[in-house]
Nanobody, 123 residues
Framework: VQLVESGGGLVQAGGSLRLSCVVSGRTFRTDGVGWFRQAPGKEREFVAYISWSLHANTDYVDSVKGRFTASRDNTKSTAYLQMDDLKPEDTAVYYC????????????????WGQGTQVTVSS
């Protein structure tokens, strides 16, 4: 399974970016895609989740609720993370993750990661 991310960049506070995660080589059914980020000197943290199912279930960390929107296009095996009203504290490397599962209100990390894409928000 390969995950290729794109869409990061430098943006001013209040701006927007859309990240993409193209999934290929998947030969088994999975729940969906998790999005994570890691800022310098900090641990990687969960950001969002979008399921591949018809209902496109989502979940978000509290700090991005109302600003970030996860979506997917099953025909393209691609997940997206629309990030609006970005803040300097959103600055991090963002990763997508596959092969996990969503249970008990939490996304359990899978074994497959994208290469990461840098998001930098200036104040």
């Amino acid at each position: 399974v390969q995950l290729v991310e794109s869409g990061g960049g430098l943006v001013q506070a209040g701006g927007s970016l859309r990240l993409s995660c193209v999934v290929s080589g998947r030969t088994f059914r999975t729940d969906g895609v998790g999005w994570f980020r890691q800022a310098p000197g900090k641990e990687r943290e969960f950001v969002a989740y979008i399921s591949w199912s018809l209902h496109a279930n989502t979940d978000y960390v509290d700090s991005v609720k109302g600003r970030f929107t996860a979506s997917r296009d099953n025909t393209k095996s691609t997940a997206y993370l629309q990030m609006d009203d970005l803040k300097p504290e959103d600055t991090a490397v963002y990763y997508c993750n596959e092969g996990g599962f969503f249970r008990g209100g939490h996304y359990n990390v899978g074994n497959y990661w994208g290469q990461g894409t840098q998001v930098t928000v200036s104040s």
